[in-house]
């Protein structure tokens, strides 16, 4: 039953962790000469810096190898017999994964939106590395909001009220 369930592999764990935890400061380090960091050039240079697909694309490359990470161990708890018995039905390899896997991972779809939708609205560091002040997210206008000398403690609840209203929304609802 190999050839349906994803196979425990620890290099493919290590290269997925390695880039998970490397590619931000990797990515937005300045290189020997002092030149902007290399992530900033290629988005200028496809011409997705200040824009809403530009920051939507950097979500989903740095937010796939976590994902995967969490079907990954989400699929290894479905139990072989169940793969094992359907395939004695004589369900194929797409049909396996049509009528069991499908239904099984719609919790595991679940939990990945509300992880990927709660780390998307709450990033900070390419928001405002790839966007101008005219692009720029909730997080980052939160942070536009201190004062340096008087800080408007209304000013700021009432922003951090309304910033944390869609992703409570969300929990409530999935």
Known sequence: MGDVRFVHNLSFLFIVLHNFTLAYPKNLERNSEGDNPVFLRKTRSIQLYNSLPGLILVHVIYGLPICTLMFRNFYISVPNEVLEAAKIDGTGFFGIYRTIMVPLSLTGFVVVGIWQFTNIWNEFLFAVTLTTQNQQPIMVALQNL???????????MAGVLLAALPTLIVYIFF
């Open 146 to 156: 201190s004062g340096s000398q008087i800080v408007h403690w209304n000013v700021q």
